[in-house]
């Protein structure tokens, strides 16, 4: 059997019994694609967390893109926040030296070095807007846009058109796509072999 697909997406089929479905995953999954089982466990990690009933809907999905950096600001502003000895939400050169001179050298290196990255004026210390913005950083480099899009492609594993993807659904995707991956390049155009 053979079964066709947009030749810039990943494809997968899955048999149900009602015969097969042609799954066409969006662009964004590719490289995810690589790590399947990363993949599932993030999947299971979003339905567990934002889902209910045992899926998780483009709302749940969503809703995990600012909670993720949310708690990636959170982290990165809890180190520069230590710091700020008299409470006033920004942080002094004096505060800054004060504060890192109790550190072990190779903590205090890495403290030096996100704060020189944070100081956007280099006047050796911190604003609140620049904390503002390096909190911001954070947020992004734990949960790029890039990756905000692959989470949200996500939804492209919904088989049954309900609205909500379930782990059984991504084991399904997963599985199929791994059956059907060819173990040579493909014959011409974007026609597939099924190895299911």
């Known amino acids: 059997m053979v079964f066709r697909c947009d030749p810039r997406a990943a494809c997968a089929v899955h048999r149900t019994g009602h015969g097969d479905v ?12 690589g790590a399947p089982l990363r993949l599932e466990q993030q999947a299971v990690e979003l339905i567990e967390g934002f889902g209910e009933g045992g899926q998780i809907d483009a709302a749940g999905v969503a809703r995990s893109i600012p909670s993720e950096r949310a708690a990636a600001r959170a982290t990165a502003l809890r180190r520069f926040l230590a710091l700020d000895l008299d409470g006033d939400l920004a942080l002094s050169a004096i505060e800054t030296a004060q504060a890192t001179s109790v550190l072990a050298a190779k903590t205090r290196g890495r403290l030096m070095a996100l704060i020189a990255e944070a100081d956007l004026n280099g006047d050796e210390s911190l604003s609140l807007p620049e904390l503002r913005l390096a909190g911001e950083a954070a947020a992004l480099r734990a949960l790029s846009e890039a990756r905000a899009a692959e989470r949200m492609a ?7 058109g309900d609205g909500g993807v379930s782990r059984e659904e991504v084991r399904a995707v997963l599985a199929a796509v791994a059956m059907a991956a060819p173990d040579e390049p493909p ?4 026609t597939i072999p099924d190895r299911i």
């Open 187 to 190: 014959p011409e155009g974007p």
């Open 154 to 160: 996500l939804m492209a594993f919904d088989q049954d």
């Open 22 to 33: 042609q799954i066409a995953l969006p662009e964004e999954l590719a490289g995810a694609l």
